[in-house]
Nanobody, 117 residues
Framework: VQLQASGGGLVQPGGSLRLSCLAS????????MFWFRQAPGKGLERVSR????????NVAASWKGRFTVSRDNAKNTLYLQMNNLTSEDTAVYYC???????????WGNGTLVTVSS
């Protein structure tokens, strides 16, 4: 199993980024998927979870309205659209595979998002 996250970088406050996570080695279209993040000096936070077909996207309350999770099963790719970013969104973002009922069985590499002017 491989989960390759990309799309991070430096963005100004108020800006947007779209993260991608390319999955391989398993049946992506059968799997619930997560986005997590870890800000400097802080613990891991679950940002979003999405159902295999993409019909049940869920973003945690802290980011609802600014972040959107989606997926393209034809491309084996998970996305996180992040809008109106603030410095508090600076973090390493990870995609992860749900092994069953919120249990992560595989983690992707992280992609660093830095929000700064």
């Amino acid at each position: 199993v491989q989960l390759q996250a990309s799309g991070g970088g430096l963005v100004q406050p108020g800006g947007s980024l779209r993260l991608s996570c390319l999955a391989s080695g398993f049946t992506f279209s059968d799997s619930w998927m997560f986005w997590f993040r870890q800000a400097p000096g802080k613990g891991l936070e679950r940002v979003s979870r999405i159902s295999p077909g993409g019909t049940l996207p869920n973003v945690a309350a802290s980011w609802k309205g600014r972040f959107t999770v989606s997926r393209d099963n034809a491309k084996n790719t998970l996305y996180l659209q992040m809008n109106n970013l603030t410095s508090e969104d600076t973090a390493v973002y990870y995609c992860a595979k749900d092994g069953g009922t919120y249990y992560v069985d595989y983690w992707g590499n992280g992609t660093l998002v830095t929000v700064s002017s």
